[in-house]
């Protein structure tokens, strides 16, 4: 079965700091992976995809992503944290299908201090 | 830029009574979902729809749930006969043809049963 793992509750980082949110993936075949993040009271907001291509992926706000095969890996990084940056952060695999649903881990806060 | 849209954003319902949750998808987008969150768990998928029919629907979706398209705009999420259980944010989202589009997310209901 697809699934992504989250292995992280929360992160903590200090502005200006580079920031990594871990995510790793479980599926048969090619994955499709997202990231998405979730401002309180708000729905989730697309990030970033990797479907095929380069491994390093970018987004919006400054984030970007590293697609690792061999360590099954999908993880969230910015070179330099902002506070606004504070939220909820989820992956998501795609699952089985053309327009297969999205398979969500259980999300990582990500808390950024001045 | 375009959203999608979710109305009320709070609903508050006695149990066993039915609610009806109402969703504007994004104008051009083809393939509708409905999600729903528990209050500190993950992102479940609930239904997919395409076409005018369901597409794809998870173990949740049982006989309680119906999803219907009632006019050009409007994408719907009715539950009968209410349980506390069903206490959750129900996120519905909108994407594009094509297996690399992602997901377009509402802001949420968050429907509360007492």
């Known amino acids: 079965a697809q699934s992504v793992a989250q292995p992280e509750d929360q992160v903590n980082v200090a502005e200006g700091n580079p920031l990594t949110v871990k995510c790793t993936y479980s599926?048969?075949?090619?994955?499709?992976l997202f990231w998405y993040v979730q401002y309180p009271n708000r729905g989730l907001q697309f990030l970033l995809k990797?479907?095929?291509?380069?491994?390093l992926v970018k987004g919006s706000y400054g984030f970007e992503a590293e697609f690792n095969k061999s360590q099954t890996s999908f993880h969230l990084k910015k070179p330099s944290a902002l506070v606004s940056d504070s939220a909820l952060y989820f992956c998501?695999?795609?699952?089985?299908?053309?327009?297969?649903?999205?398979?969500f881990g259980k999300g990582t806060k990500l808390s950024v201090k001045p | 830029e375009p959203e999608v849209t979710q109305t009320p954003s709070h609903q508050v319902t006695q149990m066993g009574q039915e609610v009806i949750l109402r969703c504007v998808p994004i104008?051009?987008?083809?393939?509708f979902y409905w999600y729903r969150q528990i209050l500190g768990q993950k992102v479940e998928f609930l239904v997919s729809?395409?076409?005018?029919?369901?597409?794809?629907k998870s173990e949740i979706f049982d006989d309680q749930f119906s999803v219907e398209r009632p006019d050009g705009s409007n994408f719907t999420l009715k539950i009968r006969s209410t349980k506390l259980e069903d206490s959750a944010m129900y996120f519905c989202?909108?994407?594009?043809?094509?297996?690399?589009?992602?997901?377009?997310f509402g802001d949420g209901t968050r429907l509360s049963i007492l």
């Open positions: 989202a909108s994407s594009a043809v094509g297996g690399n589009q992602p997901q377009h």
């Open positions: 599926v048969s075949g090619n994955p499709y």
């Open positions: 990797y479907i095929t291509g380069d491994n």
């Open positions: 998501a695999v795609r699952g089985r299908g053309s327009q297969g649903n999205l398979i």
């Open positions: 104008s051009n987008h083809l393939y």
């Open positions: 729809f395409y076409n005018n029919e369901i597409s794809e």
